[in-house]
């Protein structure tokens, strides 16, 4: 499994968001900057505290032309629950079968046991700026505003 690394562009992908409709990633990806997360689980600590932070921080990347894609393997209904709970603004993708976090890469940790934690930011043409990958939530969310405020 290559992992996708700065220079390399997105290749195109589809997936349900939070409320079960069709996402295809040439919406965004190739139009405009984005932020594609990929982490653990919904409803976890680090993840919860990942999203929140991302969320607080939404009107700042939107200021800075970017868009926030969170992705994990949990379904439609836990990703609906989720956003609801903590008012997340942003599109939370469902990759239950992992075809996206295997297109980009993104290695597990912990053994092998969790599926990783890996941040990319995607420049308006598609192609990757920035790989960030720690299992500590919140570092993701001050990665990027500081690479994007440089």
């Keep these: 499994m290559m992992a996708l690394k700065v220079g390399d562009v997105v290749s195109k992908f589809t997936a349900k968001d ?3 409709n069709f996402f295809d990633s040439e919406s ?3 139009k405009k900057a984005a932020i594609i997360y990929f982490y653990p ?3 976890t600590p680090q993840c919860t505290a990942q999203a929140c932070g991302f969320r607080d921080n939404y009107d700042d990347f939107l ?3 970017v868009e926030v894609i969170g992705i994990s393997s949990d379904d439609v209904v836990s990703h609906q629950a989720f956003a609801e709970k903590h008012n997340l603004p942003f599109v939370l993708l469902s990759d239950s079968d992992k075809a996206i976090r295997k297109l980009f890469g993104v290695p597990s940790s912990f053994l ?3 599926p990783g934690r890996v941040t990319y930011l995607i420049d308006e043409h598609g192609v990757i700026q920035m790989v960030f990958d720690s299992m500590i939530g919140m570092k993701h969310v001050s990665k990027m505003i500081q690479k994007l405020t440089k």
């Design 112 to 114: 092998g046991l969790l």
């Design 41 to 43: 689980k919904d409803n």
């Design 63 to 65: 200021k800075l032309g």
């Design 18 to 20: 939070a409320v079960g």
């Design 28 to 30: 965004i990806i190739g």
